[in-house]
């Protein structure tokens, strides 16, 4: 991590670095690890985990400076075997006991989760949405509308003079109020399971229902789709419906956070990549896998978004790196 970075994201680094040890000791990935290399099938194995969820904690305990990885296959960083070796004046694992007993549900709940592969109910994760929203709410009023949205000038006509945008899996709205906002003209829902009422803007409708519910409400010149298709059970289906949704011109605007999947090139790139990879191992690969989904995750790159599209029909792509730390895709027939 340089010197330089700023406190915030490195307290972020050490609290999610804490809670990953602390689930890997309570599952048992963290004893497997020690015990010697393997790749994740192998570690797997070794602790009877699943192997979704180890390959995404091995991910989270190189990004976090445990583990050293080579053509796939992860060994404890000397720094790891010399704290949890028997000769360390502490016992770390009572440290690990500490971080375990203060943590919430959310993270409770991971080594059940990361034995039986099945994910965690989306109960658990209500406060987490709403967090990833605020998060994520700066960035979308810096880039969604003068960024994204910006290049495609024939769009913005459409949505200027009027007509129907949808925007899946919306959280809490924010996005979608800007969206609403920016294109008084048009008329704009949000879909999510845990979308509440709004009424800071007039053209606005936001619907407490799953992604699949699209196909009841029309067609659209713009369908969105922010930072969330990595947590659906089947991103590809939702594709195809929001790709059925559009409007013979129509746009899909998908943003997800832009990673290789390479967990050297992607740590090399972002010191911070700690924080994605636990985000998914806390939240995101939960949501996807208790939703029946196979753990995609962005740690593992962003290939899935464009098979998914090319899949559902949609040809003419742009593709590009926003500076928001989101790879955006812009696809129409
Ligand atoms: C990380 S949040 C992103 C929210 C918002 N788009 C943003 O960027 O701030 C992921 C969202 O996916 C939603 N979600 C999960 N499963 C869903 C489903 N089957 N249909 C629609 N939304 C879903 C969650 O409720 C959550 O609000």
Redesign the pocket.
């Known amino acids: 991590m340089p010197e330089a970075a700023p406190l915030l994201l490195q307290h972020l680094n050490g609290m999610y670095a804490m809670q990953v040890l602390a689930v890997g000791d309570r599952s048992g990935a963290l004893a497997a690890l020690l015990d010697g290399p393997g790749d994740a099938v192998a570690i797997a194995a070794r602790a009877g985990l699943d192997e979704r969820n180890v390959e995404q904690w091995l991910r989270c305990m190189h990004a976090a400076g445990y583990a050293i990885h080579d053509a796939g296959v992860f060994r404890a960083a000397p720094e790891a075997t010399a704290t949890f070796d028997d000769d360390f004046p502490i016992d770390a694992r009572g440290i690990l006991d500490f971080v375990f007993a203060i943590a919430g549900e959310g993270v409770r709940r991971i080594p059940e989760a990361m034995r039986t592969g099945a994910g965690v109910e ?1 109960r658990v ?1 209500a406060e987490l ?1 709403a967090a ?2 605020r998060i ?2 700066r960035l ?1 009023a810096a880039a969604l509308v003068n960024e994204w949205i910006a290049r495609d000038s024939a769009l913005v006509e459409r949505l200027e003079a009027g007509a129907g945008i949808a ?6 709205g ?2 979608t109020v800007r969206l609403a906002r920016a294109f008084p003209r048009s008329t704009v829902i949000g ?4 979308a509440r009422p709004r009424t800071d803007a007039p053209n606005l409708t936001l619907i407490a ?4 519910h699209l196909g009841a409400q029309g067609a659209f010149a713009l369908v969105t ?4 298709l990595h ?3 089947d991103p590809a289906a ?1 594709v195809r419906q929001m790709a059925d949704a559009l409007e013979g011109d129509g746009v899909l605007l998908i ?1 997800e956070t832009s990673m290789t999947g390479d967990v050297d090139r992607d740590l090399a790139a972002d010191p911070f990549v700690l924080s994605t990879h636990a985000a998914g191992l806390f939240y ?1 690969m939960q ?1 996807n896998l208790a ?1 029946g989904g196979d753990g995609t995750t962005t740690s593992r790159g962003l290939d899935w978004v464009t098979t998914a599209l090319s899949e559902a029909g949609l040809g003419t792509v742009d593709v590009f790196d926003s500076d928001t730390g989101f790879r955006v895709f812009l696809a129409r027939r």
């Not at 925007?167 to 809490?172: K, T, V, Y």
């Open positions: 989306p994760f949405g990833a929203s994520n709410s979308y925007d899946i899996a919306c959280g809490d924010d996005a879909i999510d399971p845990s229902e799953t992604a699949e789709c922010l930072d969330a947590h659906l059970g939702v943003a995101c949501d939703a």
